[in-house]
């Protein structure tokens, strides 16, 4: 047996209906709308629905946006010409209602209470993001971003009450920021002066989510985040599905600052006057009074690794790629801040602009948001690390306040804010080291994949697979395990970072019992997928590769 596939379409407005007389009576609906869903019929896919735009305007304004998906391609229909229609969403599980504020609805992908095994193991296979079906793995998780995005930006417009018209002044600062002489790196600060909260901005937050960006700006988001996306590489690693990962791990830290306290005055319904505002910047060092902040750390978990080449930054610079002749260090973090922005300013995103940013200080601080944290991703460079050592002790150690002592009060909350911000997407980078056993497992392997093919086309020094083994033991110990630590010193992000340091060192423990076989595993896999035969000859590793 065969199961039975048909296409279905679907428009709404006025018809005619009859029965029409003859041999065979039969009821039947005249009209344009029935033209129109027919026309629609033949331009759609076998098991999926398509609805016209009157069709989703309806369910937009019955609150069901998250039922539908706009086509990526409009359709051209005799008689109207292009029209833009959509797909409505398959789920094998009822898609969850979006929450009345969009803090409260960041946890669907990382439930409180979830079950640590079964649930990161749906997330790895890409079947919790949003309960999608009938979409590839790629346009799954681009709709998760999307989503992740708009409550964020949701809460943006609700706090500024409304998206404002833009001036002259920030037209043109979109025109120069990240124009002059200096790299990326360049920009990078040690501090950065976040946005303090008024009791107003509170009750706009904590009101009624009726603040809808609009359709425009979801449609720009989603072809934005589309097409960033697309330039991921196929890496085995460094993918649109590892920013995606980070991601999620950022979302999670960032929703656990919020909701660690029912008094942080972020939760729907908390009444502004009673919110102790000096315990909130005190709890979080103001990360959670600004949205832009949240927004700028999750944008930038998702571009952090655009075009990543698949090779370090060190082989880059020995390679005298362009890029590298441009940034001398970070390459691929400079390379990625420098290709998302200029995207994100080209005229067809200005509709999101609008929403993201207001003024100019606003623009400059979302600026330097992403610079600080797409470079802090770079934790091989020994000169950056040193710094950020400094830092973390000037902010955190017991003797912070001699440091610190010429400081106001929000010049060191903005200090530490600044650092905390760092340390966690320096986290969220390498969370899969801090997740399950079977998480660590899988991004370990795709890790090794990655530099093993740099190594057999002449990319890398030396074969990975040799230290490998102890490698990774000494990334836990001198890395991965004193950042889960500072992760808990620094007081912000409650049980995750108990979670974080008790998965990191299970994760260690287990590595240097089964690590030296699944070494052995990963060689035997990337031999199977490739030639046998193909190895690093001597020409092939001497060989001098394209610049990029």
């Known amino acids: 047996m065969f199961p039975l596939m048909r296409t279905f379409s679907s428009s709404s407005g006025q018809v005619t209906a009859g029965v029409l007389r003859g041999q065979r009576s039969r009821f039947q609906l005249f009209g344009d709308t029935m033209n129109t869903a027919a026309r629609m019929e033949s331009s759609g896919d076998r098991g999926r629905i398509q609805v016209s735009q009157v069709t989703a305007d309806l369910l937009t304004e019955a609150g069901l946006t998250g039922w539908i998906i706009p086509r990526s391609t409009k359709m051209f229909v005799k008689g109207k010409g292009e029209m833009q229609t959509y797909w409505v969403r398959k789920s094998s599980r009822p898609i969850k209602p979006k929450a009345a504020d969009p803090e409260s609805g960041m946890e669907t992908l990382d439930e409180e209470a979830e079950s640590e095994e079964s649930s990161e193991r749906a997330q790895e296979e890409g079947d919790d993001f949003l309960g999608i079906e009938g979409m590839n793995k790629t346009e799954r998780l681009v709709e998760w971003n999307v989503e992740v995005l708009t409550s964020l930006l949701e809460q943006i417009v609700r706090s500024q009450g409304g998206v404002t018209e833009r001036n002259q002044t920030l037209s043109k600062a979109e025109t120069t920021i990240g124009k002059d002489d200096r790299t990326v790196l360049e920009e990078f600060t040690p501090i950065i002066h976040l946005k303090r909260f008024d009791v107003d901005e509170l009750e706009r937050r904590g009101g009624p989510s009726s603040m809808n960006i609009g359709e425009e700006v979801k449609s720009q988001l989603r072809n934005y985040i589309s097409s960033i996306s697309e330039m991921y590489p196929a890496n085995a690693f460094h993918n649109f599905e590892h920013a995606s990962h980070v991601t999620a791990s950022v979302k999670k830290l960032l929703a656990r600052i919020v909701n660690i306290d029912e008094g942080n005055g972020l939760g729907a319904g908390s009444p502004a006057d009673k919110v102790d505002l000096v315990d909130l910047a005190g709890h979080s060092y103001g990360i959670t009074s600004d949205p832009l902040t949240q927004f700028a750390v999750v944008f930038s978990a998702i571009i952090h690794d655009v075009d990543h080449p698949g090779v370090s930054n060190a082989q880059l610079v020995k390679e005298n790629t362009r890029w590298a002749q441009i940034y001398k260090k970070s390459v691929a973090e400079q390379k990625s801040v420098d290709i998302a922005w200029n995207m994100l300013m080209s005229d067809e995103y200005a509709a999101l602009r609008a929403c993201i940013y207001q003024n100019e200080e606003d623009l400059q601080r979302f600026r330097q948001l992403v610079v600080n944290t797409v470079m802090a991703t770079d934790i091989v460079d020994r000169e950056l690390q040193a710094l950020r050592k400094a830092r973390w002790e000037t902010a955190f150690s017991k003797n912070a306040t ?115 076989a699944l070494v052995q595993q990963y060689l035997s896999k990337f031999k199977e997928q490739n030639d046998d035969s193909l190895g690093p000859s001597p020409e092939r590793a001497t060989s001098t590769p394209q610049q990029l």
């Not at 007081?491 to 030296?516: C, D, I, K, P, Q």
């Open 402 to 516: 001699s440091f610190v002592s010429n400081d106001d009060g929000a010049e060191s909350e903005d200090r530490k804010a600044t650092i905390v911000i760092e340390h966690l997407i320096q986290a969220s980078d390498v969370s899969h080291t801090m997740q399950h056993w079977y998480i660590y497992k899988k991004w370990n392997e795709r890790f090794f994949m990655e530099c093993y093919s740099a190594y057999v086309n002449g990319r890398a020094d030396s074969d990975p697979s040799e230290n490998w083994y102890n490698g990774e033991i000494g990334f836990f110990d001198f890395y991965v395990i004193p950042l889960a630590k500072k992760l808990q010193s620094c007081g912000v992000f409650g049980v995750s970072s108990h979670e974080y340091l008790n998965y990191a060192t299970a994760n260690r423990e287990e590595w240097v019992r089964e690590g030296e």
